[in-house]
């Protein structure tokens, strides 16, 4: 009897509590600390192998309380400033003319964005795109213009072809065949997204381009929807790989709307890369030729990946470390 009498009273009260909750339109304290703990953050997510050393950099923000922004311009800023890195920033492999180009873009929490294309002589394009973002009425500077406006905020010229970059590039004139080979060639961006503490997200993106590219050829890097998008409502996404693929469908920005639609980072990226694959035979090309490879980040902490051929893998570091993650693709 004792027994039936408790269970009504819990019953009652619980019944109450959720009347109460309706009332007031707030929920109980045990499911705001259920809900915090759900969501997986800070994270940093990057592109490729060295993002395992960007999210290093990127960590050191996010592990204090800083900012999203702060912590992707500082992790993208690493591949860039490494001479060995042949395909970002400085060292990156050079157009077919020799000259090292550099594209970057940034994006941060309330839709404020800048970008830097065709960029050269100055080692962290990431940056100029940050000043242009932040000091400018614009959203892109390219060319001579964005050199000029670097060179006036204080950034340092410095020749950007390094000893090994020019010796491959004069052995590619020999024969002059641009045909890149996918996941070498095709290796050419660190993307960054991150969810700060306090839940806002941003993302970088930073490239040398293509290997022996025509002259003046832009990829998806610095185009704010292709190979960024940052909605702080619900996501972010940033792709790698063959840019004029990832411009064809806009990405990055469809890889966040279909996240805005109820679709988890992982089906989102897929969704993207499906369209990829239908675009390219309906063209009749050659999927063994192109590699596109999209991250992606919700607000939840969640994240995905996909990508068409294998070989693309991604990094990841929240509170359980840092850690290499192959991604799954579409070739078997």
Known sequence: MNNRRNFIKTAAVASVAVALQSFTGKPKEESINDLTKKINKPIVLSTWNFGLQANEAAWEILKNKG????????????????????SVGYGGRPDRDGHVTLDACIMDEQANIGAVACLENIKHPISVARAVMEKTPHVMLV??????????????????LTEESEKEWKEWLKTSQYKPIANI?????????????????????????????M??????????GAGLFVDNEIGAATATGHGEEVIRISGCHLVVELMRQGKSPQKACEEAVSRIIKLTKNRNKDLKDIQVGFIALNKKGEYGSYCIQGGFNYAVYD???NRLIDANYFLK
């Open 143 to 160: 060319g001579e213009g964005a050199l000029q406006f670097a060179v006036a905020q204080g950034f340092k010229e410095e020749n950007l």
């Open 67 to 86: 900012r999203a922004l702060d912590a992707v311009e500082a992790g993208v800023k690493i591949p860039e400033g490494d001479p060995k890195e042949r």
């Open 319 to 321: 509170d359980t470390g």
């Open 185 to 213: 060639e095709n290796h050419d961006t660190i993307g960054m997204i991150a969810l700060d503490a306090d839940g806002n997200l941003s993302g970088a993106c930073t490239t040398s381009g293509m290997a022996f590219k």
């Open 215 to 224: 002259r003046g050829r832009l990829g998806d890097s610095p185009i704010i």
